[in-house]
Structures are given as structure tokens and as C-alpha cells.
């Protein structure tokens, strides 16, 4: 039996990655649950044997995301970290999963509605993170008080904007990684004394 329970969580996660990669390349609406069995080599009715529905296979795609990026944040915060290295693990950590990101943000409104929850709950999230920083910053008067929702909320608007815009930013490469550093240091600098 632990052979047959291993077998299906290798399934799963080939189905999992195959729908990762092509969401990220085509998009999340655009690509089928066809396509995505065709890259997992399973057949189609495998995907909905692993997933009841299309909505539940996107939702657990987003999900898989989401715990890649925030892990890494709450342990920086956990230790301390400044609101600059919990910015850049932040922009470290989307950068890694840019065109799947992107893809996010520029179809958000559209996401099945569990989807587009996990979505936001992936910003709330990372906001509770960068508030804690923030917070100890702004408390040791290093940065200006801002409230919470307003600093959170131009932070991610800034990094949506570049994101989404990329083909300007960055033709052709990771717009993160090439404007990463500025984009830090453009919105620290807002928040200065």
C-alpha cells in the first residue's frame, strides 16, 4: 500500500508542476486541463482523479505557491530582520517564480473565486510580515510612521505595477531582477526620516 500512496503523491505533483509551468508560460485561463495532462504524461481523467474540479487543481497550484514565498519571509521576520532584507527575501522569493506571478496578478480578477482567495490570502500574508518589521522600524523612529495598509498596500502596488509592465521595465529578462534593487531602494527612501 505505501507504494500505491506514493505513486499518487508523484502524480500529483507531476501534475501539479506541469500546471505551474504551463499557467506561468500561457496563463491561467488560457491553458487547459488537457494541456496540463498532456505535459504530467497522465491521462485526462487522471487530473480530475487528483482534482475534483478545474478550480481545485488552479487553487492548489496558487496554494503550492504561496507557501514557497511566505516561508522564507516569516522566518527572516521571526529572527529580527530588518523591513529591507524582509523586502528584498520578498522580492528574492517572487523573482523565483516571476512569470507565474505575473501571470497572478494580471488575472486576479478573473481567478476561480478559491483561487483568488488563496491569492489574497498570500498578500495578507506577506502584509502581516512586513507590518512586523515596519513596525519595529518605525517604533525605533528609523523609518517614518505610515500607517500599515498604506505602506503595504504602495509596496505591493509598486512591485504589481513593474510586474505587470515587465515588456517596459525589462525587456526580455526578469524585470526583479534587474530593477529589484531600485525598486527597494526607491520605496525605503520614501519611508526615510
Known sequence: MPQRTEQKQLTRARILDAAYRLFSRKGLGATTTLEIAKRARVSHGLIFAHF???????TAVVAEFSERVVVHIHDLVEAG???REVLAAHLAG???HEAFYARLVTEGPSLPSMARATLIGIQSATAFHIAAAAEREMAASQIRRVPIPLLFNTWIGLVHH???NRDLFAPGESVLKRR???LLDHYLGLLAP
Do not use: D, F, M
Open 52 to 58: 475534483a474540479t478545474r478550480e481545485a487543481l488552479v
Open 180 to 182: 529589484g534593487a531600485e
Open 81 to 83: 530582520a530588518s523591513l
Open 94 to 96: 517572487l523573482s523565483q
Open 162 to 164: 513593474y510586474l505587470v
